[in-house]
C-alpha cells in the first residue's frame, strides 16, 4: 500500500488496544530515529557525491595538462626527428639550411664519384704527358742525326781546305799566302762548328737524361695515380652499395615514424574519448545525486517532520523519553533541498547530426 | 586556420575539445558558461562556436537563441556538443538555431571532420 507522504489529512479514528498502543508507538519511535538517520547519511552520501564529483573533475584536468604536455614535447621530438631524415629546412625562414641525412649520403657518395673521376683524369694525363715524350725523344733523335750530318759536313770542309793547300802548294804558282789564309780560316771554321756540334750534343745528352728520369718519374706516379683510381672506384661502389642501403634505411625509418606517428594518433583518440568519460560519468552521478537522493531525502524528511509534529502536538500518545528526544532535536539544523531535476533519458540516437 | 569558440562548464571537455582542435591548427577561446561565451562573442568574431547544453545559468540551446540574435553570428555554425540524445532536445536546439548536435563522447576524427564541412571552405 501506497502512502503520501504530503497528505495532511487526519488518519480515520480508530480503537486502538493498550498492547497494540505499545507496539504503535514503539514504530513510531523507530519510524522517527530512522527517517531521521536515513535523511542524515543521504544528506552525506549528496555532499560526498559532490565533492567525489569535483575530486575525479580535478585529477581528469590535470591528467589532461600533464597529457596534452607530454603530446606537445612527443610532438616536438617527432617533429625533429623527421626533419633530420627529411629534406625539410630546420627552421621557418631561418638563415642557415642543413643537409638532411638522405642528402648528405647522396652529397658524399657525389663528391667521391668527383674524386675517384678526378683521380682517372690525373692518370690519363700522365700518360698522355709521357706519349708527349716519346714524341720529344724522337725529335731530339732526329737533331742528334743531324748534328751527326753537320760534324761530318764540317769534318769534309776541313778536310777538303786541307786538300786545297795541298794542291795549290804542289803547283807552285804566284802568292799563296792568301789563300792559306783563306784556308785557314775556314778549318777554324770547321773547328768551331765542330765544337759547336759537340756542346749541342752534350745539351741534349743532358736534356735527354733529365727528361728521361722525368718520364720515369711521371711513369710510376701515373702508375701509383691508376691504381689508386681502380681501388678507388672498388671503394666507392662497396660504399654506394652501403650508402644506398643506408638511404633505403632511412627510407624504412621514416615509414616506421610514419606509421608510428598513425598509431598515436589512434592511442590519443582514445585517451581523448576516455577522458570525456570523466565529465559524462559527473554528469549521469550529479543526476543520481539530484533525482534519487535529493528526492529521498525530501520525502523522507517530509515524513520525518509530519511525524515529529504529530507527536510533539500529541505527546500524551508517546512515552516521554521519545518525546523528550524530539523536542531536543527540534533546533537541529536540517539539510534543504531543492526540487529533482527533470530526469534525462536514455535513448541513444545517431551521435552527429548536422542540420 | 580557424577561430573556435568552445563552451563547456567541465574544463576536462573543455580541453579535450581543444586539444583536439587545436591540434588541427585552429586557434581556441574557451568560455565556461553562457554569459562568457556571449562576453567573448562581442569582443570578437569566432568562425565556429562550439557548446555544451546543459551549463549552470543559461543552457547551449539558450546561448543559440542569443548568439543568433547577434548580427555578426546570424550565419556562423553553431555545434551543440552534449551527452543529451533525445529527438525533442535536438528539435529544441535546431528551432534555436544550431547547426548541428554532437553527442557526447565526441571522437576527434569524426569532430574535425564536421568541422571541415561546416566550416567556410577559405
Redesign the interface.
Given at each position: 500500500m501506497d502512502f503520501d507522504v504530503t497528505d495532511t489529512t487526519p488518519p480515520p479514528a480508530a480503537v486502538v488496544s493498550a498492547g497494540n498502543l505499545v507496539a504503535l508507538q514503539l514504530l513510531v519511535a523507530q519510524w522517527l530515529e530512522a527517517s531521521r538517520q536515513a535523511g542524515d547519511g543521504i544528506s552525506s552520501a549528496g555532499r560526498e557525491l559532490h565533492e567525489v564529483n569535483q575530486q575525479s573533475e580535478a585529477a581528469a584536468v590535470n591528467i589532461g595538462n600533464s597529457f596534452r604536455s607530454i603530446m606537445d614535447k612527443t610532438g616536438h621530438q617527432m617533429e625533429s626527428a623527421v626533419r633530420l631524415l627529411r629534406s625539410d629546412s630546420p627552421a621557418e625562414g631561418g638563415g642557415s639550411s642543413w643537409l638532411s641525412l638522405p642528402d648528405f649520403i647522396k652529397a658524399y657518395e657525389y663528391q667521391l664519384d668527383e674524386v675517384t673521376k678526378r683521380m682517372m683524369d690525373f692518370s690519363q694525363a700522365s700518360q698522355e704527358m709521357s706519349k708527349h715524350q716519346d714524341v720529344v725523344r724522337q725529335h731530339s733523335v732526329s737533331i742528334d742525326e743531324m748534328l751527326d750530318e753537320l760534324r761530318a759536313m764540317a769534318a769534309r770542309i776541313r778536310k777538303l781546305a786541307l786538300d786545297s793547300t795541298v794542291a795549290y802548294s804542289e803547283q807552285g804558282n804566284g802568292d799563296s799566302r792568301w789563300f792559306i789564309e783563306i784556308a785557314d780560316r775556314i778549318r777554324e771554321t770547321s773547328n768551331t762548328a765542330h765544337e759547336l756540334t759537340r756542346r749541342i750534343r752534350d745539351g741534349l745528352e743532358n736534356i735527354r737524361a733529365v727528361m728521361g728520369n722525368t718520364y720515369e718519374e711521371l711513369d710510376k706516379s701515373s702508375g701509383r695515380v691508376r691504381l689508386a683510381a681502380v681501388q678507388a672506384k672498388v671503394d666507392v661502389s662497396q660504399l654506394n652499395i652501403t650508402t644506398l642501403e643506408k638511404a633505403r634505411e632511412v627510407t624504412r625509418t621514416l615509414e616506421g615514424v610514419n606509421s608510428l606517428g598513425e598509431e598515436i594518433r589512434r592511442e590519443i583518440n582514445s585517451i581523448i574519448v576516455g577522458m570525456q568519460y570523466q565529465d559524462i560519468t559527473q554528469q549521469r552521478l550529479e543526476h543520481i545525486r539530484k533525482l534519487v537522493l535529493e528526492s529521498a531525502s525530501a520525502s523522507l524528511a517530509g515524513a520525518y517532520e509530519r511525524t515529529r509534529h504529530e507527536v510533539l502536538n500529541n505527546p500524551e500518545l508517546m512515552p516521554v523519553d521519545v518525546v523528550q528526544r524530539l523536542v531536543e532535536s527540534r533546533n537541529r539544523n536540517k539539510d534543504g533541498v531543492a526540487a529533482a531535476p527533470a530526469g534525462r533519458g536514455a535513448t541513444q540516437s545517431v551521435d552527429i547530426e548536422l542540420f | 586556420m580557424a577561430n573556435i569558440l568552445i563552451i563547456?562548464d567541465?574544463?576536462?571537455?573543455r580541453?579535450?575539445v581543444n586539444?583536439?582542435i587545436s591540434?588541427a591548427g585552429h586557434k581556441v577561446t574557451e568560455a565556461a558558461n553562457a554569459d562568457e561565451a556571449l562576453q567573448s562573442a562581442q569582443s570578437q568574431r569566432f568562425d565556429l562556436v562550439i557548446s555544451d547544453v546543459?551549463m549552470p545559468g543559461r543552457s547551449g540551446i539558450e546561448l543559440v537563441a542569443e548568439l543568433r540574435k547577434l548580427p555578426d553570428y546570424k550565419f556562423t555554425p553553431i555545434l551543440l556538443l552534449t551527452?543529451?540524445?533525445?529527438?525533442e532536445m535536438?528539435n529544441k536546439?535546431?528551432a534555436a538555431g544550431?547547426?548541428?548536435?554532437?553527442?557526447?563522447?565526441?571522437?576527434?576524427?569524426?569532430l574535425l571532420s564536421?568541422l571541415r564541412?561546416?566550416l567556410p571552405a577559405n
Amino acid at each position: 500500500m501506497d502512502f503520501d507522504v504530503t497528505d495532511t489529512t487526519p488518519p480515520p479514528a480508530a480503537v486502538v488496544s493498550a498492547g497494540n498502543l505499545v507496539a504503535l508507538q514503539l514504530l513510531v519511535a523507530q519510524w522517527l530515529e530512522a527517517s531521521r538517520q536515513a535523511g542524515d547519511g543521504i544528506s552525506s552520501a549528496g555532499r560526498e557525491l559532490h565533492e567525489v564529483n569535483q575530486q575525479s573533475e580535478a585529477a581528469a584536468v590535470n591528467i589532461g595538462n600533464s597529457f596534452r604536455s607530454i603530446m606537445d614535447k612527443t610532438g616536438h621530438q617527432m617533429e625533429s626527428a623527421v626533419r633530420l631524415l627529411r629534406s625539410d629546412s630546420p627552421a621557418e625562414g631561418g638563415g642557415s639550411s642543413w643537409l638532411s641525412l638522405p642528402d648528405f649520403i647522396k652529397a658524399y657518395e657525389y663528391q667521391l664519384d668527383e674524386v675517384t673521376k678526378r683521380m682517372m683524369d690525373f692518370s690519363q694525363a700522365s700518360q698522355e704527358m709521357s706519349k708527349h715524350q716519346d714524341v720529344v725523344r724522337q725529335h731530339s733523335v732526329s737533331i742528334d742525326e743531324m748534328l751527326d750530318e753537320l760534324r761530318a759536313m764540317a769534318a769534309r770542309i776541313r778536310k777538303l781546305a786541307l786538300d786545297s793547300t795541298v794542291a795549290y802548294s804542289e803547283q807552285g804558282n804566284g802568292d799563296s799566302r792568301w789563300f792559306i789564309e783563306i784556308a785557314d780560316r775556314i778549318r777554324e771554321t770547321s773547328n768551331t762548328a765542330h765544337e759547336l756540334t759537340r756542346r749541342i750534343r752534350d745539351g741534349l745528352e743532358n736534356i735527354r737524361a733529365v727528361m728521361g728520369n722525368t718520364y720515369e718519374e711521371l711513369d710510376k706516379s701515373s702508375g701509383r695515380v691508376r691504381l689508386a683510381a681502380v681501388q678507388a672506384k672498388v671503394d666507392v661502389s662497396q660504399l654506394n652499395i652501403t650508402t644506398l642501403e643506408k638511404a633505403r634505411e632511412v627510407t624504412r625509418t621514416l615509414e616506421g615514424v610514419n606509421s608510428l606517428g598513425e598509431e598515436i594518433r589512434r592511442e590519443i583518440n582514445s585517451i581523448i574519448v576516455g577522458m570525456q568519460y570523466q565529465d559524462i560519468t559527473q554528469q549521469r552521478l550529479e543526476h543520481i545525486r539530484k533525482l534519487v537522493l535529493e528526492s529521498a531525502s525530501a520525502s523522507l524528511a517530509g515524513a520525518y517532520e509530519r511525524t515529529r509534529h504529530e507527536v510533539l502536538n500529541n505527546p500524551e500518545l508517546m512515552p516521554v523519553d521519545v518525546v523528550q528526544r524530539l523536542v531536543e532535536s527540534r533546533n537541529r539544523n536540517k539539510d534543504g533541498v531543492a526540487a529533482a531535476p527533470a530526469g534525462r533519458g536514455a535513448t541513444q540516437s545517431v551521435d552527429i547530426e548536422l542540420f | 586556420m580557424a577561430n573556435i569558440l568552445i563552451i563547456d562548464d567541465s574544463m576536462t571537455m573543455r580541453q579535450m575539445v581543444n586539444f583536439t582542435i587545436s591540434a588541427a591548427g585552429h586557434k581556441v577561446t574557451e568560455a565556461a558558461n553562457a554569459d562568457e561565451a556571449l562576453q567573448s562573442a562581442q569582443s570578437q568574431r569566432f568562425d565556429l562556436v562550439i557548446s555544451d547544453v546543459n551549463m549552470p545559468g543559461r543552457s547551449g540551446i539558450e546561448l543559440v537563441a542569443e548568439l543568433r540574435k547577434l548580427p555578426d553570428y546570424k550565419f556562423t555554425p553553431i555545434l551543440l556538443l552534449t551527452t543529451e540524445s533525445q529527438p525533442e532536445m535536438k528539435n529544441k536546439g535546431r528551432a534555436a538555431g544550431a547547426t548541428g548536435w554532437i553527442v557526447k563522447p565526441f571522437d576527434p576524427d569524426a569532430l574535425l571532420s564536421v568541422l571541415r564541412k561546416v566550416l567556410p571552405a577559405n
